[in-house]
């Protein structure tokens, strides 16, 4: 693999290597051995170690999944038999799926610094592309917009489900293109597309929304007994969405690129081609985002997601991925997803006017960004 | 890969007349630069003389205006450090180009990854290797190869760039200032280093303001002034005095271009 390997003399290098090491750094000399490492953080050194506060300030994810579990475990003091119950769970997790959807896959634009206004034209472009393909298809007299819920086929989903994800591909491969290759700031390329794709959509619907029942086993049917299909679909894009940012090469070149594109562009990585993915990824995921809306709420709403991008970016930034890039989590997107949802929910059954929870809201979105701002400062301090 | 035999082997890397303009300023003025394999070449002169320019040209970071780069006595045309990669010439920057927010081993394998299944990165195996690289080129870097480069010292964080370079490089190494951040024992460290590389009969090049360090570990010196080289010496057959000379402009041995 490397040019280290297949040196004749690495054998000897090696030990003559981790004798020098372990003299100089004498204070380190249980970590010389460098399998041990490799496996355990062995490297743990003496000035690596943060204090248990330093590390809970300075982690987003732990802060604000922390915050979290005491909303619930409050919630469910003050409203007992009512917050904590598995219907009220199945209910909160039925109203996030769509968001997380979203969310995922923005999370992946701003890993790279970047961001995408577009959600919303998106969510509704999807919403509308399926009507349009569902209403190119004929059934009986009329078309497959206006069939029962009990005899659509799989044949009207796949067709709806192609002509969501065909308009999430084009608005991101219009952002992708905009932002990677003709360089334009992200806010500025996605507001454009933002609004010209609602734009778009409210020319194709001319207005006004239309209904249709054909899509919706797709959001509340149970594939899975006792786990309703909506969720179940939220849960796999979190999972890919993990694997694609943790354990894949992409994810790896996207926090890369995040981190400092100057750099990764000496080592070779195609910043425009993958900026162009990124884009295309959060395109996909709004895209998916309208299939599921206008499938679980059996009509368009083409006025309906404005802040959505909005909601999306709270949840990114609330769930520690860095604004500035080059640091994500799926998982705080996850939990920051929730977080809005659970406040909102919870204020309403123990009857606190829902709106404190835009305040509440707003104040953990600081501190979490403000968190962020911690990390980065003293981690370049040194 | 060592061509002692050969009466005048090509040079492992070299420039020939490049000219690099940035907007106003002339950065190389019809620069020629040549490294041998299984040598140490320390190119130096004064701030502002255009070093750290002809390495981003050797590495294919910047496309000269004219003039050529030769790998081997053959030209080649550059388009992106990719093609230097792939020739085998590796660079550690000035600014060292590391991903601050990634890890010592993510960042020695950026844009290289080890993979499983095409797609996913085994990030254990490249762990595994990296710690193994630092020890065998002794770099002495143990740290934790989990936390982010941003936390490591600047030495620390140059460790990791030449330790980048001196594993994958198989031809040439272009070392930009890479002793600057570091202290004594490193430093010493780094110069044994290239001397290793060089046992490896690869071409070095080494760029440097210490003067006295560059006669320690370079068997040549080319000296560049105002975007052109002025001098060229073997460095046995000079001293600081003589190089001090040559930087300021007092001193020339090379024919105009
Ligand atoms: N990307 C760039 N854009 C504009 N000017 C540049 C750029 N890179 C270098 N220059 C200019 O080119 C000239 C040579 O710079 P260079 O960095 O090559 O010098 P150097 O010899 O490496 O100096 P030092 O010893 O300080 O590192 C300088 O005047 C510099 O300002
Ligand atoms: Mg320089």
Same mark, same amino acid.
């Given at each position: 693999? &490397? ?13 003559? !290597? ?16 460098? #399998? ?8 743990? &050194? ?14 987003? $994810? ?36 769509? +968001? ?5 896959? *923005? ?11 577009? @959600? =919303? ?69 996605? +507001? ?10 409210? +020319? ?12 919706? %086993? ?81 009509? *368009? ?25 080059? $640091? ?6 996850? @939990?920051?997803?929730?977080? =809005? ?36 400062? %003293?981690?370049?301090?040194? | 890969?060592?061509? %002692? ?5 090509? =040079?492992?890397? !070299?420039?020939?007349? $490049? ?24 190119? @130096? ?6 070093? &750290? *320019? ?58 290289? #990854? ?57 031809? $040439? ?17 780094? +110069? ?6 060089? #046992? ?36 046995? #057959? ?20």
């Amino acid at each position: 693999m &490397s040019g280290v390997q297949d040196d004749k003399t690495s054998e000897t290098g090696h030990l003559h !290597a981790m004798a020098e090491v372990a003299a100089i750094d004498a204070t380190e000399a249980g970590d010389a051995v460098p #399998e041990a490492a490799a496996t355990e953080g062995a490297g743990m &050194s003496v000035d690596t170690a943060p204090s248990p506060w330093r590390r809970l300030v300075s982690s987003p $994810v732990v802060m604000t999944f922390f915050f979290l579990a005491v909303t619930m475990v409050l919630f469910s003091i003050l409203a007992p038999g009512k917050f904590g119950t598995t219907s009220n769970f199945e209910q909160l997790a039925q109203n996030v799926a769509i +968001l997380t959807v979203v969310s995922i896959g *923005t999370t992946f634009v701003i890993a790279t610094a970047g961001i995408d206004l577009s @959600i =919303p034209s998106g969510i509704v472009l999807g919403e509308v592309f399926a009507l349009k393909a569902l209403g190119l298809v004929t059934v009986g007299s009329g078309t497959a917009v206006d069939v029962a819920s009990e005899d659509t086929t799989a044949w009207y989903v796949v067709v709806a489900l192609a002509a969501s994800l065909l308009s999430g591909l084009l608005l991101g491969l219009i952002n992708g293109f905009t932002v990677g290759y003709m360089r334009i700031p992200p806010m500025l390329a996605t +507001l454009g597309t933002l609004g010209g794709g609602l734009g778009i959509a409210l +020319l194709l619907q001319n207005g006004v929304n239309t209904a249709t029942y054909a899509l919706n %086993s797709v959001a509340t049917g149970q594939v899975i007994p006792g786990l309703s299909n909506l969720v179940l679909i939220g849960l796999l894009v979190v999972g890919i969405g993990y694997v694609g940012m943790h354990r894949a090469v992409f994810g790896r070149h996207t926090l890369a690129i995040g981190s400092s594109e100057e750099s990764a562009r000496r080592v070779g990585l195609k910043v425009e081609r993958h900026l162009l993915k990124v884009y295309t990824v959060g395109g996909l995921a709004s895209g998916f985002g309208g299939f599921l809306s206008v499938a679980y709420f059996s009509t *368009t709403s083409v006025a309906g997601h404005s802040t959505d991008n909005l909601q999306a970016i709270t949840a990114v930034a609330l769930g520690g991925t860095s604004l500035f890039g080059g $640091v994500a989590s799926i998982i705080g997107t996850l @939990i920051g997803v929730w977080i =809005p949802a659970v406040l909102q929910n919870g204020f309403i059954i123990i009857g606190v006017q829902p709106y404190w929870q835009m305040v509440a809201v707003g104040v953990v979105l600081i501190l979490a960004i403000y968190s962020d701002q911690l990390r980065r400062r %003293s981690r370049s301090r040194r | 890969m060592t061509s %002692s035999d050969d009466r005048s082997p090509a =040079p492992a890397l !070299a420039a020939r007349s $490049v000219e690099k303009q940035f907007g106003q300023v002339r950065a190389l003025r019809g620069v020629s630069f040549e490294a041998m394999a299984g040598e140490v070449t320390a190119l @130096i002169g004064d701030n502002g003389a255009g070093k &750290s *320019t002809l390495v981003k040209c050797l590495s294919g970071v910047h496309r000269p205006d004219s003039g050529t780069i030769e790998v081997d006595g053959q030209p080649v045309h550059m388009t992106s450090p990719t093609d230097a990669e792939r020739m085998g010439i590796e660079t550690v920057y000035q600014d060292l180009a590391l991903a601050p927010d990634l890890d010592a081993a993510s960042n020695v394998f950026l844009g290289r #990854e080890i993979r499983k299944f095409r797609f996913l990165h085994d990030q254990p195996a490249m762990r595994r290797q990296t710690a193994k690289s630092f020890a065998d080129l002794g770099v002495g870097m143990v740290q934790d190869l989990r936390v982010p480069v941003a936390s490591f010292s600047g030495g620390q964080r140059q460790s990791v760039a030449i330790a980048r370079a001196a594993m994958w490089a198989q031809h $040439v190494i272009l070392l930009d200032e890479p002793t600057a951040a570091l202290g004594v024992i490193q430093t010493a460290k780094v +110069l044994d280093l290239i001397r290793r590389v060089r #046992e490896r009969g690869l071409a070095v090049v080494f760029i440097s303001h210490n003067l006295p360090q560059v006669l320690e570990v370079a068997d040549r010196v080319e000296v560049m002034r105002l975007g052109a080289r002025v001098a060229r010496f073997k460095s046995g #057959e000079t001293d600081v005095e003589q190089l001090i000379a040559a930087i300021s402009g007092a001193y020339t041995n090379e024919v105009a271009a």
